[in-house]
């Protein structure tokens, strides 16, 4: 999808596997002096973070989510090194809601949720540096793929700072296609031959930002222009109909079907696995049919605004296709600018975005993840004391009050659905309730027809022959009040 006109439209390089990369020379020093600051409350040189020595002036902070429906402040640490710490939730904002699935007799069950994000601030032991990613599993087993690349790339980054700094685009893209191979080849690459993942990573340091895209998870920046808001998009949807996406699956034996009549065009490996994107992480099925894991980057250099001036890059969205199939760029960025807090933008695109699916699709709905970050965020200050008390406080809470989808897990424990989430009828896309409610077309068709139709329209993997999506384990029973939930594709 094209990007609504910016100003800062000239400044956007994109990069593509084989093509000359930027040295990433553009982005300011990694790690500003700080003189003023108290010797505790200086951030770690990149030196210090590396061997340990940041520990003793407190852990870097860094937020992991994978909640069924959680904002800002959940976390999930995998080591002793990435914990949380106070972060402006008013700057920076995450949002997660489980998807719904066609259960039978024609209602609803909440499914494991495959998406998967991370924000890490500081990154690579500066306060001006930032990765933000999102990972949209898809398959029966999504969610494993999805949390491998969760918990690899930000480490594998790190590792690789160096090569990182003299040159992001080479570095990422190296990164991302190793941890596809990781993937393939390690302890999950027989669950990874039949899913896999998106993969959208932000890296950002200083006034420059790389996005590294595979898949069609998006990363839009909004920018206000003459006084109104205007959308821009820093990645591309990879879709198997796009021409040199074709041409490229063509040539490697695949067979690409077009979109049509609400359903998204495919590649086909074996005739049986339909495949909604031409890039992804996993898919080792689709791999030998010109499905490939190398993400196309592109390269801005950002211009926020300083006061008192409003005009200006304001904010960036990273988010998985379920925000994106029902609204687009443009509104997605006006959604965000209505809110002076990225937590409370972010959880409206969110909810707007759950809104429409119901109307859309009844109370089936993909998962919908998304993070808001307003512009600038990046700074050289160590958090001050009160504010780590307070978010220690509230994290406390937010643990208890949170049911996390666990690294592994393979269902949701005693998972309950919203009131807005409570199972319905299938609804027939384009459709409201009332449209359909007695009609002929209603009457005559059965559960296992509508479940179809919704797999071929919305999966982002259509297989016929998945064992898990006929499972009838997990069911929820229209009004009740202890839903249960299970793994879904």
């Not at 495959?114 to 601030?121: F, I, M, N």
């Not at 700074?379 to 004391?385: F, I, M, R, T, V």
Request: hydrophobic share 30%; charged share 25%.
């Amino acid at each position: 999808m094209g990007c609504v006109g910016s100003k800062n439209a000239s400044n956007v390089v994109v990069e593509k596997k084989g093509a000359d990369a930027d040295n990433g020379q553009a982005g300011v020093e990694d790690q500003s002096e700080s003189p003023w600051l108290p010797a505790s409350k200086k951030p770690p040189t990149v030196e210090e973070a590396r061997s340990g020595k940041a520990a003793e002036r407190g852990p870097r902070l860094s937020v992991k989510y994978q909640t069924k429906e959680m904002t800002g402040s959940g976390r999930l640490t995998n080591n002793s090194r990435r914990s949380s710490l106070p972060f402006d939730r008013s700057r920076i904002g995450t949002h997660t809601r489980h998807g719904l699935m066609p259960g039978p007799r024609g209602h609803s069950a909440a499914k494991i949720n495959q998406d998967r994000g991370v924000v890490c601030w500081p990154f690579n032991g500066s306060y001006n540096q930032a990765l933000l990613c999102v990972f949209d599993g898809h398959g029966s087993k999504g969610e494993k793929a999805s949390e491998f690349c969760m918990k690899s790339i930000p480490d594998m980054l790190e590792q690789d700072a160096a090569a990182l700094k003299a040159d992001p685009n080479e570095c990422i893209s190296r990164n991302v296609i190793k941890m596809d191979e990781m993937l393939l080849n390690g302890e999950l690459g027989r669950t990874a031959m039949t899913c896999g993942t998106t993969s959208t990573i932000v890296y950002m340091r200083g006034d420059q930002c790389w996005v590294a895209a595979s898949g069609d998870s998006r990363c839009v920046k909004g920018a206000r222009v003459n006084g109104a808001i205007q959308a821009q998009d820093l990645s591309h949807d990879h879709k198997p109909e796009n021409p040199g996406e074709r041409e490229r699956i063509v040539a490697r034996g695949g067979t690409v079907s077009s979109s049509s009549q609400g359903r998204p065009s495919r590649v086909w490996a074996n005739g049986r696995i339909g495949l909604a994107m031409s890039r992804s992480i996993g898919d080792g099925e689709c791999k030998l049919v010109g499905v490939i894991p190398d993400p196309e980057i592109v390269q801005v250099t950002l211009a926020p605004p300083v006061a008192p001036a409003t005009e200006g890059d304001a904010f960036i969205i990273v988010a998985s296709d379920g925000v994106w199939e029902f609204i687009p760029s443009q509104e997605a960025c006006e959604i965000v600018a209505g809110f002076s807090n990225a937590t409370d933008s972010c959880t409206a695109l969110v909810k707007e975005a759950a809104d429409r699916w119901r109307r859309f699709e009844g109370s089936y709905r993909d998962d919908i993840t998304a993070i808001v970050v307003y512009l600038p965020f990046l700074e050289a200050e160590w958090p001050d004391e009160d504010a780590l008390e307070s978010t220690r406080e509230s994290e406390t809470h937010a643990d208890e009050g949170n049911i996390y989808i666990n690294m592994g897990m393979a269902g949701l424990s005693k998972q309950s659905v919203s009131g807005n989430d409570l199972a319905a009828p299938l609804i027939k896309k384009g459709s409201m309730p009332s449209d359909t409610t007695g009609s002929p077309e209603a009457k005559s068709r059965t559960p296992s027809d509508d479940t179809e139709d919704f797999a071929a329209r919305r999966l982002s993997v259509h297989n016929p022959f998945d064992e898990d999506w006929n499972d009838d384990e997990g069911e929820e029973e229209e009004g009740g009040e202890d839903e249960k939930t299970k793994g879904s594709a």
